[in-house]
């Protein structure tokens, strides 16, 4: 893999912290589909999450094809909970653009785990089968039960359980590359 050359594709997306990290220490977990299960008041509204998304086995299965991955970091203070939805969309599109361009650089395998839930439209249809953007959605690396906290923090970066919106957020997206 020729990690020079996806260097300059990540920098010219304007992608510029992220780290190498070897697929085989992206954690998966079984407490992760729990949470998304129970807990979260999307579950069952969003099309490119739980329970729209494989097995826990089979995301561990699906990683387990892939050797390297990208980490990207990015980090926010939002004013208010709803800007939460704009940010992300436009990291994620951004991201999308990029996994488009690692494709045609010719690693076939590339794969995007979005910064967070699919909010690629304005409002989801809720399901998968009824996803208006079925060739944009990506899941996100919590819906593929990936413990995002110990994943990261292997490899230094920060990450922690916020007490209020206006703390400093620091989300990940995941490319898995071959
Ligand atoms: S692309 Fe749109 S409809 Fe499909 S999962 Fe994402 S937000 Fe929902």
Known sequence: MEKIRLEAL?????????????????????????KCMFGCDSFGKQGACPPYVPSVAECREFISEYQHAALFHFSTSLEKPEDNRAWTRK????????????????Y????????????????????????????????SPEALAIDVYATVRQYGYPIEVLQDYKQELNKYGILLIE
């Open 108 to 139: 076939y395998k590339a794969f995007l785990l979005f910064m967070g839930s699919c909010y690629i439209c304005s409002e989801c249809e809720g399901s998968r089968l009824s996803c208006k953007n079925l060739k944009l959605a990506r899941p």
């Open 10 to 34: 990540f920098r010219k997306h304007g992608f510029n912290d992220f780290k190498w990290i070897k697929a085989g220490d992206i954690v998966v977990s079984q407490w992760v589909r729990f």
């Open 91 to 106: 990291v994620c599109t951004g991201l999308l653009k990029l996994e488009r361009d690692v494709f045609l650089a010719g």
